[in-house]
């Protein structure tokens, strides 16, 4: 059962990873409605950030880590969404549990500084069992740095992951 929740730890978390996102909170800025500038395909890495223990129990059924050991090459796509806000979603990524959909994630937008702030939060079903995450990034430059954090046990098991990278020129 444990190695169950293990796997799905790991496939939720590698959904997660990919999307998403840490920015420090404190400034908020602006709440843009014009977001034209965000939209497009960036082009990086995600890191995990877990501990060793829960990376050792992480196998699959042939006793192969799902948890990569370094960054994994990563594209996000951030699209048009309702006013103040965008959409974020993974391209061409796939899952290394199966039952795990990957579905655009909104955030609110707003501007300080000449950088945009994102940040919003969501929640993964598998088989019934519900996750929460919160993101949160910034885009300066035409970089981007999203970080999001996992809440399977709240405060005990909490992994995160970081994603940085360039938008794509078109």
């Given at each position: 059962?444990m190695?169950?929740?293990?796997?799905?730890?790991?496939?939720?978390?590698?959904?997660?990873?990919?999307?998403?996102?840490?920015?420090?909170?404190?400034?908020?800025?602006?709440?843009?409605?014009?977001?034209?500038?965000?939209?497009?395909?960036?082009?990086?890495?995600?890191?995990?950030?877990?501990?060793?223990?829960?990376?050792?129990?992480?196998?699959?059924?042939?006793?192969?880590?799902?948890?990569?050991?370094?960054?994994?090459?990563?594209?996000?796509?951030?699209?048009?969404?309702?006013?103040?806000?965008?959409?974020?979603?993974?391209?061409?990524f796939?899952?290394?549990?199966?039952?795990?959909?990957?579905?655009?994630?909104?955030?609110?937008?707003?501007?300080?500084?000449?950088?945009?702030?994102?940040?919003?939060?969501?929640?993964?079903?598998?088989?019934?069992?519900?996750?929460?995450?919160?993101?949160?990034?910034?885009?300066?430059?035409?970089?981007?740095?999203?970080?999001?954090?996992l809440?399977?046990?709240p405060?005990?098991?909490?992994?995160?992951?970081?994603?940085?990278?360039?938008?794509?020129?078109?």
């Amino acid at each position: 059962m444990m190695k169950k929740k293990i796997i799905i730890f790991v496939g939720v978390l590698a959904f997660v990873a990919l999307i998403a996102v840490i920015f420090y909170p404190g400034k908020k800025g602006e709440v843009v409605s014009d977001t034209i500038a965000l939209l497009g395909v960036y082009e990086g890495e995600a890191t995990l950030d877990i501990p060793e223990k829960i990376k050792s129990m992480a196998k699959d059924a042939e006793g192969n880590s799902l948890v990569p050991d370094g960054p994994m090459p990563c594209t996000v796509a951030i699209k048009a969404g309702e006013a103040g806000k965008v959409s974020i979603e993974l391209v061409g990524f796939q899952m290394p549990v199966k039952g795990i959909e990957l579905k655009p994630v909104s955030c609110g937008v707003t501007q300080l500084d000449g950088m945009y702030n994102l940040s919003g939060d969501g929640e993964i079903d598998y088989g019934g069992q519900k996750f929460s995450y919160s993101h949160s990034g910034k885009m300066k430059d035409m970089e981007l740095e999203l970080n999001a954090t996992l809440v399977i046990i709240p405060f005990v098991i909490e992994p995160k992951v970081m994603f940085k990278g360039k938008k794509k020129d078109n």
